[in-house]
């Protein structure tokens, strides 16, 4: 069974930076897709950043300069650093992959991480 475990997120002062990691495991063939969504009180589940096997990534418009995605294909980590934290940005941040278990593209399946807290405070 494929795992994606999170740590990072706490309470921090508006400008101030966090960063959040996710490490996969389990029985891995292939991570096709890693990235991070996002969800605030009453809110829908939003994407706000994400990074494909060959390197690029995608940013929500409203984080686009202020947070930075990247993996380390190693470990089986994706990485999010924060900075310039706004109130807005408070949410339950949660760690998204596409997997593959097997050789063959049928075993590919959304995995989700447990979510963390991230708390910008004015």
């Known amino acids: 069974q494929v795992q994606l475990v999170e740590s990072g997120g706490g309470l921090v002062q508006a400008g101030g930076s966090l960063r959040l990691s996710c490490a996969a495991s389990g029985s891995i063939f292939s991570i096709n897709v890693m990235g991070w969504y996002r969800q605030a009180p009453g809110k829908q589940r939003e994407l706000v950043a994400r990074i494909i096997s060959g390197g690029s990534t995608d940013y929500a418009d409203s984080v686009k300069g202020r947070f930075t995605i990247s993996r380390d294909n190693a470990k089986n980590t994706v990485l999010l650093q924060m900075n310039s934290l706004k109130p807005e940005d408070t949410a339950v941040y949660y760690c998204?992959?596409?997997?593959?278990?097997?050789?063959?593209?049928?075993?590919?399946?959304?995995?989700w991480g447990q979510g963390t807290q991230v708390t910008v405070s004015s």
């Open positions: 998204n992959a596409y997997i593959q278990t097997e050789e063959v593209v049928s075993t590919k399946n959304n995995y």
